[in-house]
């Protein structure tokens, strides 16, 4: 997998968000949370991620979009590691469900925990 969180990576489909918040599974790493639900996709991804924030925790758009941002960019450097060896498409979208704004290094931390519970439990699950 490429460092690369393209167009078609991207978690865009309201009807597969409803459905991922309804049948989906999750993991916890505060301040982050995973919500994954195993799908199939038109095009040839493994994986599609959206990230959230939410409004009643950080009330001005400046916060929420930098915490995106940085969702974002450690989901970008840490996937090809973790994700590479998926056999079933999955969706996923990450929650950062803190009150106080992180660095960095915070979230590639946690990122990487949460991760890690997620292969976890997905081998659980299909033994």
């Given amino acids: ?3 690369t969180y393209g167009k078609k990576e991207k978690l865009k489909s309201k009807k597969l968000i409803d459905q991922l918040f309804t ?5 916890s790493a505060f301040p982050l949370r995973l919500v994954y639900l195993s799908t ?3 095009d040839d991804v493994m994986a599609k ?10 009330k001005t758009a ?3 979009n930098r915490i995106k941002r940085l969702l974002r960019e450690a989901y970008r450097l840490n996937k090809g590691q973790y994700f590479n060896n998926l056999t079933t498409p999955h969706a996923f979208m990450i929650l950062y469900i803190g009150k106080e704004k992180p660095s ?7 990122m990487n925990q949460l991760f890690t519970k997620f292969l976890n439990k997905i081998s659980e699950e299909s033994q």
């Fill in 1 to 3: 997998m490429k460092f």
């Fill in 23 to 27: 049948e989906g599974k999750s993991v």
């Fill in 40 to 42: 199939t996709f038109d």
């Fill in 49 to 58: 991620t959206g990230v959230s924030v939410s409004k009643r925790n950080f």
């Fill in 62 to 64: 400046v916060a929420r």
């Fill in 104 to 110: 960095f290094d915070q979230v590639e931390k946690r």
